[in-house]
């Protein structure tokens, strides 16, 4: 057996158990495979399962290591002429019969594309290579093949988009933990990306989402992970969502003037139990250090932890997390009508940043990889930079954007700019090894997606929008919402 799934396959046991022969293969069907996964028949599968909805609800899945879906497949000479499907009005486009994508390209387009069809793959690659067609369209996994079996072209106009991902059995967090971990540690150091160019020839990996920290597990400490059970069943005892609130974090989740709960997060929360129980108001905000809040939901004392909560390797081990719903990082903050916008307008100019924040550092490594000389001036507190700024002793302030935003939209005048110099993820903190919980969770926010509605309300807090989040795509069986007695 070969292949990129099997090369990882060896890699993961090599990493795990110190000998990449240490794994047995077992070839499975795509649109069975949960069924293997659940009966134990397998302990994962790699990256031939499409993450769905509907296989969201039935397993639980590791991070998106292939971006199928139907595309293009054009000579490098078209490129720039066919880059959507939009371009393809009267041009020949070859598909296979039967392989669903004259279907999915008719559905695109408000033409009639002009389709060659053909028995095989094969033979739709020998009439691109011959010109009877300027185009092959298929899946994606197929359409890497076809780089190599004919030189010159290249993969164009993707136009639907099935994220592939490991799979494993669900209320495991450990197996989790040891699945996500590993990518993370590969993705960082750049093994996967070795690995997939090998296998995937002229094609370019999908963006991983990166997890701050340095946190890894081994499989002996995979199996001691502990679980918390019947999240769904305590919200449906007390007919409320019980939500641990870091409190300070403005305009994420905070108190106002009259002591209220207030911000991004907690009005996500409050659409969230009118969707779970029909009533907005059925939940409690929970004040707590962030410590604490991860505490309480790995104990079952919270139903979730909200606030600007960071998605690092070391909060993975001990929480399971949601699907981002902001991407922080390092940012910069701006008096309102300046020129600068990202690091290279900081040439020769001031920036203040707080002691002991590791911001100067993270400023100086990104400004020394673009050529851009600056001088940063380091502030006691940020109420320190922060008058620096407005005093214009400094152009810029550097910091988390999960510090800055607060202080800069309650200043008249300061602003944040969009670019992130660093991308730190931030989502809803869950109880572990709760897989009902969290599709719950997750699968609410996807139909919020859908609708528009998770990006209307990002567009009332903050002013960097649109939002986009991870999407599966597909229908779920699972109601989005909890009966109360």
């Given at each position: ?425 931030l989502a809803f903190a869950l109880p572990p090894g709760d897989s009902s919980f ?48």
């Open positions: 057996m070969t292949g990129f799934d099997v090369a990882l396959g060896r890699e993961l046991a090599r990493r795990w158990l110190g000998d990449p022969d240490a794994v047995l293969f077992r070839q499975v069907r795509s649109d069975t495979a949960a069924q293997h996964i659940l009966a134990g028949d397998v302990d994962l599968t790699l990256t031939a399962l499409p993450h769905t909805q509907d296989a969201e609800a039935q397993v639980d899945f590791g991070p998106r290591l292939f971006d199928d879906g139907y595309a293009l497949l054009v000579n490098s000479t078209d490129a720039l002429t066919i880059t959507a499907p939009s371009d393809l009005e009267g041009v020949p486009v070859g598909v296979v019969s039967g392989s669903g994508a004259s279907a999915a390209l008719r559905a695109t387009v408000p033409f009639t594309p002009t389709f060659f069809t053909y028995e095989t793959f094969g033979q739709a690659l020998e009439a691109l290579a011959r010109g009877e067609v300027r185009g092959v369209s298929d899946l994606r996994r197929r359409l890497v093949r076809g780089l190599q079996d004919v030189p010159g072209t290249v993969i164009a106009g993707q136009f639907s988009h099935i994220p592939l991902a490991p799979a494993f059995g669900p209320n495991e967090p450990g197996m989790g933990d040891l699945v996500n971990l590993t990518l993370q540690e590969m993705f960082v150091a750049g093994d996967f990306y070795d690995l997939y160019t090998r296998w995937f020839t002229g094609d370019s990996a999908p963006t991983a989402e990166v997890w701050p920290g340095r946190a890894m597990v081994t499989p002996e400490e995979a199996a001691s992970a502990t679980s918390v059970s019947s999240t769904i069943a305590n919200i449906q005892a007390r007919g409320r969502l019980r939500v641990a609130m870091v409190s300070d974090r403005s305009p994420f989740a905070y108190l106002d003037a009259a002591g209220d709960p207030a911000g991004y997060e907690v009005h996500l929360m409050r659409l969230i139990a009118d969707r779970w129980l029909g009533d907005r108001t059925a939940v409690d905000f929970l004040p707590v250090p962030l410590d604490d809040g991860l505490r309480m939901v790995t104990s079952g004392g919270a139903d979730l932890l909200i606030g600007a909560v960071p998605h690092t390797r070391e909060a993975e081990r001990q929480a399971d997390f949601g699907l981002t719903i902001y991407v922080a990082g390092e940012g910069l903050m701006v008096r309102a009508g300046t020129t600068v916008d990202d690091v290279t307008a900081l040439d020769g100019q001031q920036v203040a940043a707080v002691a002991g924040t590791g911001s100067s550092d993270t400023l100086q490594q990104v400004a020394q990889v673009a050529q851009v000389s600056l001088v940063i001036l380091t502030k006691p507190t940020l109420e320190d930079a922060l008058a620096a700024l407005e005093s214009g002793e400094v152009v810029a302030v550097v910091g988390d954007r999960a510090d800055l935003l607060g202080p800069a939209y309650a200043t008249p005048g300061i602003g944040v700019t969009a670019d992130r110099l660093t991308r730190v993820p969290r599709d719950l969770v997750n699968l609410t926010l996807q139909a919020m997606d859908r609708e528009g509605t998770l990006n209307a309300v990002y567009e009332q807090w903050f002013d960097d929008g649109p939002f986009e989040l991870e999407e599966w795509p597909g229908e779920s069986g699972v109601l989005l919402r909890i009966a109360v007695p």
